[in-house]
């Protein structure tokens, strides 16, 4: 059954490795758009259909309750590209991450408008901008981190690692003052410390099969969730974990197991970083001074497939994504900080993560 | 000067060991209860019928009283629970500790869980002679139909004779017949093989186009009925929607269609059988769209079936015809392969079959990712069923040899749910289908001027590791000729 590539993106991007990309541009008209800046707003990331080009960009309004799809098309005359993975927000520039067409956009996050492009990628994941001319990008099925200007779009270098190309990888990256730590997911095992002022990797720490997600609590501590894998995988399957590890020492301080049929993914943390959540078919819910897991799910799953996850951090609000089936648009569920449905509004295909601006 | 800062240095370090230096300390004020579990997911797992000890550790209990609730309903008052549950279900089981000083609580779950079933046994196959899947037929005036009975066993030596209405018109080894279809009527057809006989029935229907229903500008391009629903097992069978009677099934599918989603077929031969308000004619050109999911690297071909309304009584009850694609004729290829899928002796567990070629299997159980009891039909009552069809020879592999890559690269063309340029017509997400491709049971063009009804089979018994059972995907069917 193919639809459970979906579900399972590590045997998507395996195919990444291997197929061309594919980019469809075309003239359309542009609108005209000018969101206050001054106000919250957030961004959906629409995966869409890997090959089909059919990515997106929604953005929701919190305060009107207004949702606009298709933003980046609308705004720029041609669509985002195939597969979009991941967006932040810095320096006033909206990074978005465009897998499978290897180009990342600079984007006002007022207008839409194309600001910047950076491309020369093969399958990059994340964007994380160190300082006006440098900036990280992770790639899946690349042992190495791009080091970019975002200022120029130009290449400049590379972090390299002791991974290769067949399945070497990184993915999110959490800064910790002068140290970025990235998770190294598909079929790995392990998150890097990386000294950007070397651009060496200093320090690679075991946390188990697949790291998946990473968040900052308010302690300062690094919370590394792993999905574990997937049965008959052929690196292993383990029970998913959630781990708290010390971003200094580098050592897991604690390790929380889950139950073994568990599928923990889409670690986030609330705006005062004492809160953490995560997906497992339903929404959990756990404070970072817990003594174990949570057992019961904060919001329970009810006919949804829940498959991304953010926060307000104005009001913890919280704002779950339905892929509903990978196929059809997908649907944003917004509950209230006690877990009360407050409101759906329908976006692009597979939404799979957010952005607040 | 050395000793003043040994002073200095001691008293510093007092101070910062002392963080709370300037409160007073009491030692004798009680302090409250508290709690370690002793798992860190606090889940615990346990078989039913067995019990469960959970010895949490507990610090300033002196005095101590224990609850250990359901639903707030107490279940003891020890400190150690030993707990044991007949039924398979999740339980939330809460323990407060109060003092003098305080209280403390907290809460875990018990996954009580049944003991896995015994694997059901071989299924043993039907040890019949022969099987007649249809014993009754409709069929055009002018035209011809293959009779035989399937699956026959063994070739025993003795003639199959036939005889139509009584009288004797075949006395032949080979076991089936070809009834021409002179004259309208209803005949009583029957073949003994030895001891064994059948009688069939055939309805010879007026000529081809007495119920041609001629497209207006009010008919709809997309199918307007679902006829039949009835996949083989797979992942995706019963998985989030429930359908209890066949009616419920077609239902199910109505609304994926309209919704633009797929349904799965599950594994070899599971279908679904669509009709339109009017006939579809043939152009010569692609006259029938079918909406699926197209992917270069994995191929989950089905086959498609035609039939006109030959009787005109608006059901799909008359003559299937394949319509050819690049493998039909191929060595590979078993026509009239059928399989047979056993329901499973309890949920949870992977669907055994048999094949009519002597080779038995099973649609794995995958509940890391398909949660759902069974992944046999809800709706088929039988404890087992059979499906018939054309089998292609599966393509797939594994490309990282290790487990983690599976691929099945597509056949030339004429099959739904396989990427290819002849058939997708620069389409993202359909094959197309020509009505001149339908062919008689001996690969002869069929020449059907029209076609009232469309089935959609899955032509592959496969099945790709993780991935699970190759399943054709449907998400909609339609007249080519409107909607171009």
């Given at each position: ?72 098309f ?17 320096d ?44 990280y ?22 972090v ?15 800064e ?24 060496e ?66 670690l ?17 819910k ?11 799910p ?60 | ?34 709690i ?21 550790s ?91 009975p ?17 009288t ?57 009925r ?73 191929t ?57 070629q ?25 404890d ?101």
């Amino acid at each position: 059954m193919r639809a459970l590539k979906h579900i399972l993106p590590a045997i998507l991007f395996l195919a990444l490795a291997v197929l061309p990309s594919c980019m469809k541009y075309g003239p359309a008209e542009e609108e005209d758009f000018n969101i206050d800046p001054s106000g919250e707003g957030l961004f959906i990331i629409n995966e869409g259909n890997y090959m089909y080009g059919n990515a997106s960009l929604s953005y929701y309004d919190p305060a009107t309750k207004q949702v606009e799809n298709e933003v980046f098309f609308r705004s720029n005359g041609f669509k985002l590209g195939d597969v979009a993975q991941s967006m932040t927000i810095e320096d006033g520039t909206g990074w978005v991450v465009v897998n499978n067409s290897g180009v990342i956009f600079g984007i006002d996050p007022s207008t839409f408008k194309e600001v910047r492009r950076i491309t020369g990628f093969t399958a990059p994941r994340y964007f994380r901008m160190l300082s006006p001319t440098k900036a990280y990008v992770t790639q899946i099925w690349d042992p190495r981190i791009f080091i970019v200007n975002p200022a120029t779009g130009q290449t400049t270098g590379y972090v390299t690692t002791d991974m290769d190309f067949e399945s070497g990888s990184t993915e999110m990256m959490v800064e910790f003052g002068r140290y970025v730590i990235t998770n190294c997911w598909s079929y790995q095992n392990r998150i890097l410390k990386i000294d950007t002022q070397t651009d060496e990797v200093v320090k690679a720490l075991v946390v188990g099969i697949q790291p998946e997600s990473m968040v900052k609590d308010c302690n300062g501590k690094l919370w590394v969730l792993t999905d574990g894998g997937f049965e008959d995988s052929g690196y292993g399957f383990e029970a998913a974990k959630l781990l708290r590890i010390d971003p200094d020492s580098f050592e897991i301080e604690q390790t929380f197991t889950f139950p073994s049929d568990d599928n923990a993914s889409k670690l986030t943390v609330n705006a005062e970083g004492d809160e953490l959540y995560w997906l497992n078919s339903g929404v959990w819910k756990m404070s970072v001074e817990a003594a174990h897991l949570p057992v019961r799910p904060f919001i329970s799953r009810e006919g949804t497939l829940f498959y991304g996850l953010t926060l307000n951090p104005v009001n913890d609000e919280i704002y779950v994504s339905d892929a509903i089936d990978y196929v059809q648009s997908g649907v944003v569920l917004r509950y209230s900080p006690q877990g009360e449905l407050l409101d759906t509004f329908k976006v692009g295909i597979n939404p799979g993560n957010f952005c607040w601006r | 000067m050395r000793r003043l800062g040994t002073i200095l240095l001691a008293v510093t370090a007092f101070l910062a060991v002392s963080c709370n230096w300037n409160e007073v300390i009491d030692d004798t004020k009680p302090m409250p209860p508290e709690i370690s579990l002793d798992n860190s997911s606090a889940v615990y797992t346990i078989m039913t019928g067995e019990t469960l000890t959970v010895s949490p550790s507990y610090k300033y209990v002196t005095g101590a009283t224990y609850a250990w609730s359901i639903d707030n309903k107490v279940i003891s008052t020890e400190p150690v629970l030993r707990y044991t549950d007949d039924v398979a279900h999740s339980v939330y089981i809460r323990i407060t500790v109060k003092t003098d000083a305080g209280s403390a609580s907290d809460e875990i779950r018990v996954d009580v869980k049944a003991p896995a079933p015994p694997p059901d046994p071989e299924p043993e196959p039907d040890d019949s002679f022969w099987t007649f899947p249809q014993t009754e037929f409709n069929v055009s005036l002018g035209r011809s139909i293959l009779l035989k009975p399937y699956d026959i066993k063994e070739d025993d030596g003795i003639s199959y004779i036939w005889t139509v209405d009584g009288t004797q018109v075949q006395d032949d080894a080979s076991a089936g017949y070809v009834f021409e279809a002179r004259q309208e009527g209803s005949y009583e057809v029957r073949v003994t093989h030895g001891a064994l006989s059948q009688t069939l029935t055939v309805n010879v229907c007026p000529a081809e186009g007495a119920y041609r229903r001629a497209a207006s500008a009010a008919s709809s391009p997309t199918a307007s009925r679902i006829f039949e629903f009835t996949p083989a097992p797979g992942q995706y069978v019963n998985e989030d929607y429930t359908a209890n009677t066949p009616e419920e099934a077609v239902e199910y599918v109505v609304k994926r269609f309209t919704n633009g989603s797929y349904v799965s077929l599950g594994g070899f031969g599971g279908y679904v059988v669509a009709g339109f308000d009017h006939s579809i004619d043939n152009n010569g050109g692609y006259e029938i769209g079918i909406v699926t999911h197209l992917s270069e690297e994995y191929t989950e071909a089905g086959a498609v079936w035609v039939m006109q309304d030959e009787n005109g009584d608006g059901l799909p009850n008359d003559t299937w015809y394949e319509l050819k694609g690049s493998d039909t004729f191929a060595e590979t290829t078993i026509h009239d392969y059928s399989v047979t899928y056993y329901k499973p002796s309890a949920p949870g567990m992977s669907v055994q079959w048999t094949d009519n070629q002597g080779r038995s299997g099973k649609v794995n159980y995958m509940g890391a990712y398909h949660q759902q009891e069974w992944y046999y039909p809800l709706w088929i009552s039988e404890d087992s069923y059979t499906l018939r069809g054309t089998r292609l020879e599966a393509h797939n592999y594994d490309r990282s040899g290790n487990g983690t890559y599976w691929v099945n690269p597509p056949y030339g063309w004429g099959y739904v749910d396989n990427f290819n340029e002849i058939d997708m017509l620069g389409s993202k997400d359909t094959n197309h289908f020509r009505i001149s491709d339908a062919v008689r049971y001996d690969g002869s063009p069929a020449d059907l001027k029209y076609i009232d009804f469309v089935k959609v089979q899955n032509a592959i018994n496969g099945s790709s590791g993780w991935l699970g059972e190759i399943s054709t995907e449907v998400c909609g069917i339609f007249d080519n000729n409107l909607s171009e």
